[in-house]
C-alpha cells in the first residue's frame, strides 16, 4: 500500500508542479490582454476567456520590437525613448540598473552565468554552487586587495533568490559543469546529480573576465 502511494507521489507530483508553472506564466501573459480595447478581447467578441490568447499576444509583442529594434529607425527610436527616461529622477535610476543588468544576462558577448562554481558559503566548511557575474568595480574594487571576482549564491529550491558575493578568486572552484546541469542541480536540492564528464582542458575564469 506504501509503496503504491509513493510510486503514484513520484508519478503525479512533477506532473502538478509542472502544470501549476506552465498555468501561472500563462495567466501572468494573459494581462497583456488589458493593452487591447475592452471590445477587441475574446471576451466581447466570443462571449468567453480563452486562456492562452494573451500569451500569444505577448509573445508577438515582444517578437515585433525585436524586429523594430534591430532596424535602423527602430534604434534610433530606442535611443530616444531612453533619453527622455534619462530626464525623470527615479525612473531614470531603476531603468537604467535593470536594462544593465538585462543586458548582461542575456547578450551572447556577456561573461554574467557563463560558469559554475563552488565556493564555501555560509561559512567554511560548508560548500554550495554559484554562478561567476563579473568582477568587483567602482569604488569598491579600491577597497578589495588581490584578485576578487563577483558571484551570486542561488537559493534552493528557488534560485532566483540568493545572495550577492565578492571572493578572492583563489577561493573559487570552476566546475566542469554547465550552467543548466547546475541549476538543475540546485533546483533539485541535489537529488538529481550531473552526469560525470570525461575531463578536458577548459578555459578559465580568468581568460573569459
Given amino acids: 500500500m506504501k509503496k503504491y502511494f509513493i510510486t503514484g507521489l513520484l508519478v503525479l507530483v512533477p506532473l502538478f508542479i509542472t502544470v501549476w508553472v506552465i498555468s501561472s506564466l500563462i495567466g501572468m501573459m494573459d494581462q497583456s490582454l488589458f493593452l487591447l480595447p475592452e471590445n477587441w478581447r475574446p471576451k466581447a467578441q466570443l462571449g468567453l476567456e480563452i486562456p492562452g490568447v494573451g500569451?500569444?499576444?505577448?509573445?508577438?509583442?515582444?517578437?515585433?520590437?525585436?524586429?523594430?529594434?534591430?532596424?535602423?529607425?527602430?534604434?534610433?527610436?530606442?535611443?530616444?525613448?531612453?533619453?527622455?527616461?534619462?530626464?525623470?529622477?527615479?525612473?531614470k535610476s531603476i531603468y537604467a540598473s535593470v536594462k544593465q543588468v538585462s543586458d548582461t544576462l542575456f547578450s551572447d558577448s556577456g561573461n554574467a552565468f557563463r560558469h559554475a562554481v563552488l565556493v564555501q558559503f555560509p561559512r567554511p566548511g560548508s560548500w554550495t554552487i554559484a554562478f561567476i557575474t563579473g568582477q568587483p568595480g567602482g569604488d569598491v574594487a579600491n577597497h578589495l586587495q588581490g584578485d576578487f571576482v563577483s558571484v551570486y549564491v542561488p537559493t534552493t529550491p528557488n534560485p532566483t533568490g540568493g545572495y550577492f558575493l565578492m571572493m578572492p578568486r583563489a577561493d573559487v572552484i570552476e566546475l566542469d559543469m554547465s550552467v543548466d546541469e547546475a541549476l538543475k542541480y540546485i533546483i533539485s536540492m541535489g537529488v538529481v546529480a550531473p552526469h560525470e564528464k570525461v575531463k578536458v582542458k577548459l578555459p578559465t575564469i580568468k581568460d573569459n573576465l
Avoid at 534610433?76 to 527615479?90: G, K, Y
Fill in 55 to 91: 500569451a500569444l499576444l505577448t509573445l508577438f509583442i515582444v517578437f515585433v520590437t525585436g524586429l523594430i529594434a534591430t532596424n535602423f529607425f527602430g534604434k534610433q527610436l530606442i535611443l530616444l525613448w531612453e533619453s527622455l527616461l534619462a530626464r525623470v529622477p527615479v525612473v
